[in-house]
Structures are given as structure tokens and as C-alpha cells.
């Protein structure tokens, strides 16, 4: 008997030989050890053991995905993509809805369908071809700022602050693969609340320098100072920088965190990257003509594109069970839409953030910071 045939035998004596009698199974035993050809402590576990194979059948063809092989939904999503600086995928979902209704070029209707029912998973199957890491290290330029430490208390869990107001800041080097001299320096500042983030340049990292930036970052966030946190360089521990934070009506509660814990700092480290070097690389800044061409970018398109077109999520919950850590984080969303959600911003400032968010352009904004990084990377 071919295998196939033993099979089709199996299958239509086996469940006849587990109904059946005693007397009836030694029958069926005489003649499957005669037809088989085996031993009968065999034929007795074949037929005890067996359990139906259906015939193989011929796979269904289902429809084609919707979302492969679609040309116009892939350049959408690449070019969005490209224009927020290649986002995570999980934030770039919720990127998609809102830099789709700038889109510059006619998207048919069944591709804005799809974009608002797509996936981050599926995001990321169609972008696989194209996605690219690269992944630079620079240097670290903080030095230790020894002669106010016992006057600036450390704090390391500013994350649970629940107003908004309280700042990280640090400095980031555009040094390039030297130290040596004076070049650029660029304060980075983000709002552990909202995660509203501002940028300055400043030539070197003088106190007074710095200061003068700080001053200007609270001219611009739409809500009251109340903190500062920063690392332990000497740009930051100074006499003048405290002074400011204490010698007013409202005193700013002034931070620093532990020395060598980078951590401490999580936030504005990220930022350091994803608003910072992905831009502007590792370059030497050492035109002192480009300070002012960066602040100007800075207080315009820079933070407009940041602010209002660039989600972000936040650690909500960590839970440590044996030796896993379970984070959960709260939905994407952009630094304006968690102003507009805090009930302690005032209506006033909503209003006003509501018709500048009205009047901005994604794409716009994009084309116009690379005008003016193109002159700048001309200068250095």
C-alpha cells in the first residue's frame, strides 16, 4: 500500500475501533495487522493514538493588502516622514494627521482614508526599504562648577511635576572633534510638563552669555517660570544665574542634578538629540557671525515646527516586577496640544497659540529652516 492509501485506511478504522467492542476490536486488529503488515502492539497504538489529517486543501486566495503595493500612500508617508526629521513610527502616526491637511500636492480620497486607518506597525512594513540608522557619539564639555553646589539643592524627580513652568536645560557643544578655543555653544531648555521646548546659540559658555539666553527663553514659553533644572557645569552654577532665580516677587526654585548621573536629566538629553544634533550634526560652530543667524532660526521656524507639528509621548507609569520594567506612556501628541489641555494655563494664552497654530504651514516651516541652514553651514 502507497502512504497515501495507509492514510485513508487509518482514518476510517481508527474511530470504528475506539466505538467498538472488545470482541469487535480483536477482528479489527486481525485484519489491520493483515493489511498493514505490522506488528499488533503497534496497530493497538496507531489506532488509540490516531487522530484524524484532513486532506490538504487549496489555500485560499484572499484580496491583496490595501496598503502594498500603493505608490501614492507611500510617498505621503515617506515624504512626511522626511519633513519631521524621520519620527519614530509611533509618533509619526499621529504626525500624519496633522501635516496631512498642508499637504502641498493632491491626495485622493481613499489615501487619506487609509492614512487615518493605517497602523504604526503597518508604517513601519512599508517603510522598511528605506529606513536608514546612523548613529554618532560626541563629546561632553561639562565641567564641574564646584563653589555654589552647597547653595543649589540636587533634585532628581522633576518628571513628577504637574504644573507646567519647570525647565531642564543644558548646554551642547559644537565643537566638532576639538575643544579647543571658542566656538558656539547651544542652550536647549524643555518643559517637563508640556514638553515645550526653546533653543539659543550663545558664543562660548560665559555666565553672562547664558543668562541673557535664559532671560529670553522666559520672555518666550506661554507660562510663568517657576523652576530651573540643570547639570553642574559652571555656566549654570554661578552667582548671577542664582540671583536671578531668587532676587524677584516670585522666586524660581533653582536645581541642579547629581554629578556624573546624566540621567537625571533625561529630558533634555533627548532633546539634545532629536532637536539638536539630528539637525545640525557635529560640525565646529567657530564663526562667531553665526550666533545671531541661529537665534534668529531659533525664535522663529525652529520653534514653531517644534512646538506645534512635532509629537512627542510621555512616561506615564513605571512599574519594576522581578527583573522586567514596565513603562506605559500616554498617545502622542505635540507640545501645543498639552498646552491645550492644562488647566493651568490661561485662556488668554490658549487663544493666542490657537491663531498662531491656525496661520502655520508644516512644509512651509520646514523649507524655510533649511533655507537658512543651508546659509549657515556656508559661514562655518
Not at 467498538?20 to 479489527?28: D, E, F, T, W, Y
Not at 507611500?74 to 501635516?99: D, G, H, P, R, Y
Request: net charge positive.
Amino acid at each position: 500500500m502507497s502512504p497515501m492509501s495507509k492514510r485513508e485506511y487509518l482514518n476510517e478504522v481508527a474511530p470504528r475501533y475506539r466505538t467498538s467492542s472488545k470482541k469487535k476490536k480483536v477482528k479489527i486488529l486481525d485484519e489491520f495487522c493483515l493489511i498493514y503488515k505490522c506488528h499488533r502492539k503497534h496497530a493497538i497504538r496507531q489506532l488509540n493514538n490516531h487522530s484524524i489529517i484532513p486532506k490538504p486543501q487549496a489555500k485560499k486566495q484572499g484580496r491583496p493588502p490595501k496598503y502594498k503595493n500603493n505608490p501614492e500612500l507611500l510617498k505621503v508617508i515617506e515624504t512626511i516622514w522626511f519633513q519631521t526629521n524621520q519620527l519614530c513610527l509611533k509618533l509619526l502616526k499621529s504626525a500624519l494627521i496633522l501635516w496631512l491637511p498642508c499637504y502641498p500636492y493632491h491626495v485622493s480620497e481613499e489615501v487619506i482614508k487609509l492614512i487615518k486607518q493605517i497602523s504604526p506597525a503597518t508604517i513601519d512594513r512599508i517603510l522598511l526599504p528605506i529606513r536608514t540608522r546612523n548613529r554618532v557619539r560626541g563629546r561632553c564639555t561639562t565641567k564641574p562648577g564646584t563653589l555654589l553646589k552647597k547653595h543649589i539643592p540636587i533634585k532628581v524627580n522633576q518628571w513628577n511635576e504637574e504644573k507646567p513652568g519647570f525647565l531642564e536645560m543644558d548646554t551642547v557643544a559644537m565643537c566638532g572633534t576639538s575643544l579647543s578655543d571658542t566656538f558656539v555653544n547651544i542652550l536647549d531648555a524643555i518643559d517637563i510638563k508640556t514638553t515645550w521646548t526653546e533653543q539659543r546659540a550663545t558664543w562660548g559658555k560665559g555666565e553672562a552669555a547664558v543668562l541673557e539666553q535664559i532671560k529670553d527663553i522666559e520672555e518666550s514659553i506661554p507660562f510663568p517660570l517657576l523652576g530651573l533644572d540643570a547639570d553642574n557645569g559652571n555656566e549654570f552654577l554661578n552667582r548671577n544665574l542664582l540671583k536671578y532665580c531668587l532676587n524677584r516677587k516670585y522666586p524660581v526654585q533653582f536645581t541642579r542634578s547629581r554629578a556624573y548621573h546624566k540621567n537625571d536629566n533625561a529630558h533634555v538629553e533627548q532633546k539634545n538629540w532629536t532637536h539638536i544634533r539630528q539637525w545640525l550634526g557635529y560640525d565646529r560652530f567657530d564663526n562667531p557671525y553665526v550666533v545671531p543667524l541661529l537665534n534668529d532660526l531659533f525664535k522663529n521656524e525652529w520653534r514653531l515646527f517644534h512646538n506645534f507639528f512635532c509629537p512627542s509621548v510621555k512616561l506615564i507609569e513605571k512599574e519594576r516586577i522581578g527583573s522586567k520594567t514596565i513603562k506605559k506612556h500616554d498617545s502622542p501628541k505635540t507640545p501645543y496640544q498639552r498646552i491645550m489641555k492644562s488647566k493651568h494655563i490661561a485662556k488668554e494664552s490658549k487663544q493666542q497659540l490657537t491663531i498662531i497654530f491656525n496661520s502655520l504651514n508644516p512644509f512651509k516651516l520646514r523649507k524655510a529652516i533649511e533655507e537658512k541652514l543651508s546659509v549657515i553651514f556656508k559661514m562655518i
